[in-house]
């Protein structure tokens, strides 16, 4: 995979995460589960875990990083949108940046990737869950609306108040976007290994 371009440091490139970058991303994404509402879960997960969970989405998904030298500034995955045979053109995406190198275009280059590979997989459609705040408060923002606005995504749909966290009711959106062709007859899913 390549170099990241433009953003303000040389050196930062997307390779494929392995289970061996659990403890990695955890440290990533811990810190998202003990102090925000940007994800539902309440526990972080043990490495063994976390790596369990890297190893069955790589069986059929694409799980990046974006790496300066060794260190992983944030990672994207996806998973399936449903597991009916029908929807295997659509996944739900997932993308966690560290919290101190945000706003410096990482995110916006771990999704360009993603929809590369994805488009070589024959998948079509990508939806975000997000967490949506009434009022934006110390947990939740609408940050992630906002750049998922920016990567083209649009809003289809919100669910109100279904998720309970510090004390506090939050709200549920759908975001999506369409990265390629909608075909009469589609080819089907490449599973990511095969790639």
Known sequence: MEEIKGLDRAGIRIR???????QALLD???PYIKRTAVTFEYEVPS??????RIAHTLARYPYLAAVDGEEIL??????PLHVRPAYDWSVETSIYVRMD???????????????KTLLRQNIVNVAACIAYPEIEDEY????????????????VGQFHECAYKFGRWYHMVWMEKQIGPHLAKMPPM????EL
């Open 140 to 155: 939740l923002t609408r940050d992630s609306v906002r750049f998922h606005e920016k990567q083209g995504y649009r809003m």
């Open 101 to 115: 190198q945000k706003a410096r275009g990482i995110g916006s280059a771990l999704y360009r990737e993603l929809e």
């Open 74 to 79: 944030g990672y994207v995955y996806v998973g």
């Open 28 to 30: 990533i994404y811990a």
């Open 16 to 22: 494929t995460v392995t289970p061996r970058d659990a």
């Open 190 to 193: 490449i599973p990511f290994r």
């Open 47 to 52: 490495v063994a875990d976390f790596a369990e």
